[in-house]
C-alpha cells in the first residue's frame, strides 16, 4: 500500500502490483528492459540504407574500370581506391591525350571514316536499287 494515498503500486508498464516501490512508475524489471533499450538504441547506429548499385571490385592487384554516359569510375585494389570522372573532365583527358599522340588520334580518325564511307555506300546500293526496280 502507498502511504500516499492508500493503494497498492502498480507498474504503468505492466500493470502488475509493484513490491517495495515503483522507479519512475514501474516495476523494476520494465524499469531495466526501457533503460537497457534506450542504451542498446543509443549505441546502435540506424540500420544502413540499401548500398547504391556499383561494379563489382576488381579482384586484388587489378585495376576496374566502368565507363558509362555520365563519365567513369575507375577501382584500384588491394587498396580500394575509387576515382569518379565526369563527362567535362573525361572530355579534357580525352582531348589532352589524343593531342599527345597524333599518330593514335589519325587511326581513329581513319577508322572512323572507314566506317563511314562504308555506311555510305549501303546507303548508295539501297538508293540504286530502288531507282533500277
Request: with cysteine; glycine share 6%.
Amino acid at each position: 500500500m502507498s502511504e500516499e494515498n492508500g493503494t497498492t503500486p502498480t507498474c504503468r508498464t505492466c500493470k502488475n502490483v509493484v513490491v517495495g516501490g515503483t522507479i519512475d512508475g514501474e516495476c523494476e524489471m520494465c524499469h531495466t528492459h526501457r533503460v537497457l533499450n534506450i542504451q542498446d538504441s543509443e549505441r546502435m547506429p540506424e540500420p544502413p540504407q540499401a548500398p547504391q548499385q556499383q561494379p563489382p571490385a576488381p579482384a586484388a592487384g587489378q585495376v576496374a574500370i566502368n565507363v558509362n554516359a555520365q563519365g567513369m569510375t575507375i577501382s584500384i585494389m588491394p587498396q580500394p581506391i575509387n576515382l569518379g570522372l565526369d563527362k567535362d573532365a573525361m572530355r579534357r583527358i580525352v582531348t589532352d591525350f589524343l593531342n599527345s599522340d597524333p599518330a593514335f588520334f589519325d587511326e581513329l580518325a581513319k577508322q572512323r571514316s572507314a566506317v563511314k564511307r562504308q555506311e555510305l555506300a549501303i546507303i548508295r546500293d539501297v538508293h540504286n536499287s530502288r531507282i533500277h526496280d
